[in-house]
Structures are given as structure tokens and as C-alpha cells.
């Protein structure tokens, strides 16, 4: 594996899609902490708009403005070319995604997003994963609350349980946040593609090899009373759990039998209930094309929730993992999950394989993976909490 992404590109990270929602909040965030000496840009289809935010952003002055569009393949090599890293918040990622991933692994640039959509992974992993491990370029999605607090949690959770031994790990999450109409846009597209989402799981199992020798699974739990965390528990249909197989697989250090499972934890039965049945209606109306039209009308990209509801929203996941004889209850918390820690969880994923001395790996990867430690102790270090709640 060669990696061809050196100091010789002009930038260290291009951020595309900065004019939106949670683009805007992660070149804030950027803009803030960046090292010195950070050689960045933020690039988009609109430099009028890139130029506005650059000079609203204190610590931006030095940005480069790139022109990029989804429509236009050679504007997405022409950024990939001149960046080590890019970061991208172009969404749906099934509809404006492939071309950026496929120019990074062809010129060995690495690539990060914030896709939840399982439908676009497993799609990238069939048609570029080859090409990137050649290049190799790190190709890194679900780099915002889908899915680093789970897949960061469940790796912090393994590190507390003995080596060498079955695990298993249950992931609770309860959080009180809004979301954005570009979350509210990719939702909803997933939704109407529950085929082509089982369509492209059936072709990358097809394409995937076989883990040797131990075994990493995530099933759908069933919804309990969940005394271990006094809640009700409900799976979570999210991409999280099949990142954290991911990590399971290409990890030794989860043993030779690792088994997740992922749940929303909810306190009352009435309001698990009423959950249940309200993801149930929205699945069920994003299958008819005149009501999934009516329900994106509601919220407009680059809309979403306001600083102050922001501020006041938060997560927190719990984790709870057992192996040779021994239990570990975990937590992972933060402020608000879709957007500020999105946004710093983005932010920091980028520098990390900017910047940081990160095991050698190529072609499509999970964050555990790719940058588990560092990324650990960066988010740490900026606020989001991982602990050891209780052990026996
Ligand atoms: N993983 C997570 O936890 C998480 C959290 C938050 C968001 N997300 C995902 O992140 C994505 C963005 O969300 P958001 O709320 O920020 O959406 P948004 O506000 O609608 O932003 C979308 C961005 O895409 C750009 N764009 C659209 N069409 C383009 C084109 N043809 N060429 C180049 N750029 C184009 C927009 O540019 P303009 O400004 O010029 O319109 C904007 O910068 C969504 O897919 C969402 O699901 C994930």
C-alpha cells in the first residue's frame, strides 16, 4: 500500500459542502481550533456564498475557496487532487455522493461524511474500496453522531473487558436534540429505498471476505424492559450497528466472538410506544411520493435547529459489555448530538488523519479502525465524555 496524499498537496483538509447546516457549523469549529500552520480550504457550488461565510468566520482569513458542484465530475477531481483530506457534508449521499468518493480513492486522497445511509456504504465498499487500498486512500463514513459516540463507545467499552474472550456489548442511546432539513432530507430518501438498501447489503456480502476464525455480529435485539439500565429498550435500525460489526471484524482486540446490539432506551412505556409508532407512520408515508414530498416540504436543507435549542439538547449512550466473568457499564455524553458534536466529532476526524500517527489502513474503514485512539482522546479532549460508569 502506498499512500500518494503527501505534504505536496496544497491543502491538508478541504471541507466541501461549508455553506450548509452542519458545514457551516464545522468550519466554525475549524475556524476556532485549528493548529497552526493549517493549510484548509472550504469549497461548494457557490464561491459567492463560500466567500461570505470566510470572511463572517474569525480565524478563517487564510482559508482558499474551492468551486465544486456534485454535477460536475471534474470539478470533484480538481478538489481531491489538491487535498490530503476531504471532508464533505453533501447530502443524501446516495444521490450526491459517489463521484467525490470515487475521485479520493483514485487519487489516494482520504475521505470522510456524514452519511447515516447504509444503502451509500455498502455501495461505496463494492464499487472503491478495491481502488482506494491501492491508492491508499482511508475512505471514513459516518463520521458524525452516526456513528462515532456508538463505534468510538463500544471500542472504549471492549478496551475495559478482558482479551482473548467472548463479548458481548449492548449500546443504550437516549438523547433530546431536533434535526436538520438536510438530516430530514437523507432519512427520508432511506426510507423510500428499503429494497435498494437490502439490494446493496446482499452485493457487498457477496463481494466481502469472510472473517476467519472468530466471529462479529450485530442482530436486531428485541424491544425489553432493560433493568441494566432501567429503561425500556428498543432497537435502533441505525447504520451504528453495522459500523461496530465493522470495527469487531477487522479488530482483534474484540475477541473471538463479539456480539453488539444497539437500543434506544426510553424511561416510559408510553412514550416508547408513541415512538415506535411515529418512526412507523414516517417509514410508512416516505413510500408514497406525494406524502414524502409533503414531509420534506416541512424542513428545507440548510435549515435547522437554533443555537438556543441547541444548546439546550444533548445524548447520552450507554454501553453495557460482559466477557470472562467480568461486567463493565460505560457512557458516552455530549451536547447537542445531530449538529455541534456532529460538527466537532467531523471536524476532529479530519485532523486526525491530517495529523495524527494512526495505524497503517486503506480503503473504506470505520472510525475504531481507522483512528480509534487518537480520535478518543481528541474528543476527549474537546469535551465529549467517555467514562467508566460501574465495574465487576
Ligand atoms: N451523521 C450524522 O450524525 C449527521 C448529522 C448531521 C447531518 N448529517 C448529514 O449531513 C448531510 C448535510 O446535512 P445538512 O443539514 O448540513 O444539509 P444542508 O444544510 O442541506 O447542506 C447540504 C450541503 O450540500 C450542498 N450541495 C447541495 N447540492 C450541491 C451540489 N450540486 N454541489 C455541491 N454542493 C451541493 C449545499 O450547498 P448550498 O449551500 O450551495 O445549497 C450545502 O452546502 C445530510 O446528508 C445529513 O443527513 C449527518
Redesign the pocket.
Known amino acids: 500500500m502506498s499512500r500518494l496524499n503527501g505534504t505536496d498537496r496544497r491543502y491538508d483538509i478541504v471541507l466541501?459542502?461549508?455553506?450548509?447546516?452542519?458545514?457551516t457549523l464545522t468550519a466554525e469549529y475549524l475556524a476556532a481550533h485549528a493548529p497552526e500552520g493549517l493549510r484548509w480550504a472550504i469549497a461548494?457550488?457557490?464561491t459567492e456564498?463560500l466567500e461570505r461565510l470566510r470572511d463572517r468566520l474569525p480565524g478563517a482569513a487564510g482559508a482558499g475557496v474551492l468551486r465544486?458542484?456534485?454535477?460536475d465530475p471534474a470539478s470533484l477531481r480538481a478538489l481531491a487532487e489538491q487535498a490530503r483530506v476531504v471532508a464533505t457534508?453533501?447530502?443524501?449521499?446516495v444521490r450526491?455522493g459517489e463521484e467525490l468518493v470515487a475521485a479520493c480513492a483514485d487519487t489516494g486522497t482520504d475521505y470522510l461524511d456524514?452519511?447515516?445511509?447504509p444503502e451509500f456504504v455498502d455501495l461505496m465498499y463494492v464499487r472503491h474500496d478495491a481502488r482506494a487500498r491501492e491508492t491508499g486512500a482511508r475512505l471514513v463514513h459516518?463520521?458524525?453522531?452516526?456513528?462515532v459516540p456508538h463505534d468510538l463507545g463500544a471500542y472504549f467499552t471492549v478496551r475495559q473487558l478482558p482479551e482473548g474472550v467472548p463479548l458481548t456489548v449492548d449500546g443504550f442511546v437516549t438523547a433530546d436534540a431536533t434535526?436538520?432539513?438536510?438530516?430530514f432530507?437523507?432519512?427520508l430518501g432511506q426510507f423510500a429505498r428499503y429494497r435498494q438498501l437490502l439490494a446493496a447489503a446482499r452485493d457487498r456480502r457477496r463481494h466481502e471476505p469472510r472473517l476467519m476464525g472468530r466471529r462479529a455480529s450485530a442482530p436486531t435485539g428485541a424491544p425489553r424492559y432493560a433493568p441494566e439500565v432501567d429503561a425500556w429498550a428498543l432497537p435502533l435500525p441505525t447504520i451504528d450497528a453495522q459500523i461496530v460489526r465493522r470495527s469487531a471484524k477487522a479488530l482483534d482486540r474484540y475477541g473471538p466472538d463479539f456480539r453488539y446490539r444497539h437500543y434506544a432506551a426510553v424511561r416510559r412505556l408510553p412514550v416508547a410506544v408513541g415512538g415506535v409508532a411515529a418512526v412507523g407512520a414516517l417509514v410508512a408515508a416516505a413510500q408514497v411520493p406525494p406524502l414524502r414530498r409533503r414531509l420534506s416540504d416541512r424542513l428545507k436543507?440548510?435549515?435547522?435547529p437554533s443555537a438556543e435549542k441547541r444548546a439546550r439538547s444533548w445524548f447520552t449512550v450507554r454501553f453495557v459489555g460482559e466477557g470472562g466473568g467480568h461486567r463493565v457499564y460505560t457512557e458516552v455524553s455530549g451536547g447537542d448530538?445531530?449538529?455541534d458534536e456532529?460538527a466537532k466529532m467531523f471536524a476532529e476526524a479530519a485532523l486526525a488523519l491530517a495529523f495524527d500517527d494512526l495505524p497503517p489502513t486503506a480503503g473504506q474503514v470505520t472510525t475504531a479502525v481507522a483512528m480509534g485512539d487518537a480520535l478518543l482522546e481528541r474528543l476527549q479532549r474537546a469535551g465529549i465524555r467517555f467514562r467508566v460508569a460501574a465495574s465487576r
Open positions: 466541501f459542502g461549508a455553506t450548509g447546516f452542519v458545514g461548494g457550488r457557490s456564498k465544486a458542484d456534485v454535477s457534508t453533501v447530502g443524501p449521499y450526491y456524514l452519511t447515516g445511509e459516518a463520521c458524525g453522531f452516526d456513528s434535526f436538520s432539513g438536510g438530516t432530507a437523507s432519512a436543507p440548510g435549515e435547522g448530538p445531530g449538529y456532529t
